[in-house]
């Protein structure tokens, strides 16, 4: 696909609407006092941006009035990659600014969080007291001798309390870091167990389709497999008893304080997130406390367009790092959605209730979630009241074309998007806690296409000899830094992890790991993970277009295919299929497989064989898994291929380790 096949874009917004863009305002405000160019819109912008990099970013701090305790001597002192040093001598603090609106008279008692669970009900938390819970819980984490850089995990869903716990974390400038508690206990250990958390903020068990799960046997494993905690603090989620030595949440809440915020420097680590850690331990990513708060203002502000009078709605676990960047919603003075349950509970048009529900602006969710509706015969804007949406979101993976035209064509009709809908695909990665491209509220939508790079992000397409490339397939490279970006990963004192993870391939350039093509006309689209790249007879293609391709067919659920290199020099391409209820592969079905793949993809990736399995592998995070599958497929043994405690199901992988043993 390339930018040529569609060439009329699928929605455009309006005269006001731009006018009306946080980011129009900021441009012309940007130009009168920094130099930005007033004239050539967003992809002057944009050029500006990241040619001249410390204004840009003085500018967005500007802009957004971030607060700094002590002044920086410079925006950039080192901007060299790995290492570069945004805003040396500055000091701040991440969680006075999530904070900031409850300091408005007029918005102390309008809801900040909004939380809702399987019953679909919205039950708000205002400004005012989300405040004083992180206010109370500070000071009780001084008092229990948390200090600055000290780690503070969670093992806690999407509830309110995961949110005040985050920002007390913050406040004090210890270091948050968090899973779901669908995930097992060796999956938590993994991840926690190399950052040593002193605190460990946890539930008794969750609610999950419909279902209670007891979490009260991993939470006592989690408790003798952890040695550095200090604290253990017990949220009764199900209504059960603190176990003995825990604390009751409802102890450390309930003063009537304001939070003291520790000033601590722009690089502080504020959190870590992990990686899938499908093929050995998680990478546990630092960043910091100054870098995910200038990015996260941009990027939601400016980019999503958020402020004080929208709902922000992302569906999310603490487990992905959309949960952060959901949390950061707070920065811009936005409502935040939180929805702890099953996405499609009790039926698929489950989230578009809560939509409704809660009133939300920004509305953000998975390609896989969107194309689930659309098979299912969902119609969200007929069946819900969904006029107060101004934007539909997907991150995960790439939305299909027939994922965009399925949005549109649903809210063609709806009162609140007069023109049609915003449809943002967007695209980052839990390296960065943020985007590399997707979403500006000026420019047009294309299928297929996210709608640009984002600004301060030099996003380019690069062929192996680091060329630049338009309008063709090429690594994703970032050539100039970005605030979010890692300071390091933890116990990776040398900083070889590092490097190797995104700077081994184009020194000083970072390569994230995607098959990506910038369109002529600036646009960006994602072709899937560059190091599962289909090769057929020097042909490359990215995973995300043959799914995209078969996915269309009513038999199949989903699917995976995997490019492998044989021994004697051979390339094997096979294409799994998981089935829709009640299909069945026969040949007819091959064929219309191996014929769609011809007709509309390319006849080189035609794959050799397609096979039926009983489902298909994801990460915790819902990713398919494709690296481990390819390396079971050229004989790895299971447990080399692959971390266990990263994978959904991992008797589905078995059957992939059984097909291969066969095969040899």
């Known amino acids: ?38 004239e050539g819109g967003y992809d002057a912008l944009h050029h500006w941006s990241v040619t001249e990099l410390e204004t840009f970013w003085k500018a967005v701090t500007d802009w957004f009035d971030v607060k700094f305790s002590t002044p920086y001597a410079r925006v950039l002192g080192d901007r060299s990659m790995p290492g570069a040093q945004w805003f ?40 005012s007291e989300l405040r004083r819970q992180v206010g109370s819980l500070t000071a009780e984490l001084r008092a229990l001798g948390v200090r600055p850089g000290d780690r503070v995990s969670g093992y806690l869903p999407n509830i309110p309390e995961a949110v005040v716990a985050l920002l007390a974390a913050a406040a004090v400038g210890a270091v948050w870091t968090s899973c779901a508690p669908d995930f097992g206990a060796r999956s938590v250990l993994d991840r926690f167990q190399q950052v040593e958390p002193v605190a460990l903020f946890t539930v008794d ?110 569906y999310t676990s603490t487990g992905w790092m959309m949960w952060n960047f959901l949390v950061s919603g707070l920065l ?67 939305l299909p074309p027939d994922g965009f035209r399925w949005l549109h064509d649903e809210f063609a009709d709806n009162p609140g998007t007069p ?14 806690c943020s985007c590399f491209a997707g979403a500006v509220p000026t420019l047009p939508v294309h299928i297929g296409e996210l709608q640009a790079p984002c600004l301060g992000t030099d996003l380019q397409s690069w062929d192996p000899q680091g060329k630049p490339l338009t309008d063709e397939v090429g690594e994703l490279v970032v050539t100039n830094p970005m605030p979010s970006m890692p300071i390091h990963f933890w116990n990776d004192p040398d900083g070889t992890r590092y490097h190797d993870s995104y700077f081994d391939t184009y020194p000083g350039v970072w390569r994230h790991g995607d098959w990506i093509t910038v369109t002529s006309r600036g646009s960006v689209i994602i072709h899937g993970r560059s190091d599962s790249t289909l090769n057929r007879q020097g042909v490359r293609m990215g995973s995300a277009d043959i799914y995209e391709a078969v996915e269309r067919l009513p038999e199949i659920r989903e699917s995976l295919v995997i490019g492998v290199e044989l021994p004697d020099g051979g390339y094997w391409m096979p294409l799994f299929v998981h089935l829709a209820p009640g299909a069945a592969l026969d040949d007819a079905l091959r064929d219309r497989i191996k014929l769609t ?11 050799d064989e397609v096979i039926e399995v009983p489902g298909i592998p994801h990460t915790l995070t819902g990713k398919r898994i494709e690296v481990p599958v390819k390396r079971l497929l050229q004989g790895t043994p299971l447990h080399k291929a692959v971390n266990p405690g990263s994978v959904d199901d991992l008797d589905l992988l078995r059957f992939y380790e059984n097909l291969a043993a066969k095969r040899t």
């Open 419 to 432: 023109g049609g809908l915003w449809t943002a695909s967007v695209s980052g990665g839990t390296d960065v």
């Open 205 to 314: 068990g969750y609610r999950y389709g419909g279902k209670e799960h007891d979490r009260r046997e991993t939470v006592a494993e989690l408790r003798s497999e952890l040695p550095s905690l200090r604290a253990v603090v017990h949220i009764p989620l199900l209504g059960t008893d603190a176990p003995e030595g825990a604390l009751e949440w409802s102890a450390l809440t309930s003063a009537d304080m304001a939070p003291v915020f520790e000033a601590v420097p722009f690089d502080h680590p504020l959190w870590v997130l992990y990686s899938s850690g499908t093929t050995g331990l998680p990478k546990a990513i630092v960043q910091s406390q100054g870098g995910i708060l200038v990015e996260h203002l941009k990027q939601l502000g400016l980019h999503c367009d958020l402020g004080p009078d929208d709902r922000f709605f992302w």
């Open 597 to 607: 793949i011809r007709e509309q993809l390319s006849p080189r990736h035609v794959p």
């Open 332 to 398: 811009t003075g936005t409502t935040i959605v939180l929805y702890d349950g099953s996405p499609g509970y009790p039926d698929t048009g489950a989230q578009w209730r809560i939509a409704e529900r809660t009133g939300a602006t920004l509305y953000g969710t998975s390609a896989a979630y969107v194309m689930a509706c659309r098979k299912a015969d969902v119609h969200p804007a007929r069946d819900f009241d969904l006029s107060r949406v101004k934007c539909v979101a997907t991150t995960g993976s790439p």
């Open 88 to 127: 040396p001598g500055a000091t701040l603090n991440y969680a006075e600014h999530a904070l900031r609106a409850a300091d408005d008279p007029a918005r102390a008692d309008t809801p900040a969080l909004l939380h809702v669970d399987e019953d679909h009900e919205p039950r708000p938390v205002t400004w």
């Open 1 to 38: 696909m390339t930018s040529s096949a569609n060439p009329a874009p699928l929605w455009q917004p309006s005269p006001e609407r731009i006018a009306d863009a946080q980011v129009t305002r900021f441009q012309t405000w940007a130009a009168e006092h920094y130099g930005a160019p007033a």
